[in-house]
């Protein structure tokens, strides 16, 4: 029999296979880096209390919680940065399908942990 007529045929690679993935690491990393940055030169140029701390987090702009929304995009893309990252040594290495969906659970529970967890301390603020 030809090897053909079992199963049916699916395309495993292919143009553009990963570049959302790609695309996505890219951006997250740039505004973790701005983020960064911007968190660095305040603690370089403020002192460090406890006042300036809650400062840098909730600071306002014509009513807009403009430091709370900041930090919220940092760690939606921390996390969303953690998972592509996290996944793709998943799929990497673990061969076993049923241990790899295991850990991309707990990886994905995590993740929505501890996102739920900042968003409870940041916007409690």
């Known amino acids: 029999m030809a090897q053909d007529q079992f199963g049916r045929k699916r395309r495993v690679v292919g ?3 990963g570049t959302l993935d790609f695309i996505a690491q890219r951006v997250t990393a740039v505004i ?3 983020y960064s940055v911007l968190f660095l ?9 406890y006042k300036n701390w809650v400062g840098f987090f909730t600071f306002t702009c014509f009513d807009v919680p ?13 996390a969303w940065h953690a998972w592509v990252g996290v996944r793709d040594i998943w799929m990497d290495y673990v061969k076993s399908a049923g241990v790899r969906l295991a850990l991309f ?3 994905l529970l995590w993740l929505a942990g501890s996102v ?4 409870s301390i940041v916007w409690r603020l």
């Open 41 to 49: 030169l305040t603690l370089l140029f403020t002192s460090v209390t």
């Open 66 to 78: 403009v430091g709370k929304m900041l930090a919220t995009v940092a760690f939606f893309a921390l």
């Open 105 to 107: 659970a707990l990886t």
């Open 32 to 34: 973790l880096a701005v």
């Open 15 to 17: 143009a553009h296979y």
């Open 116 to 119: 739920a967890y900042f968003a």
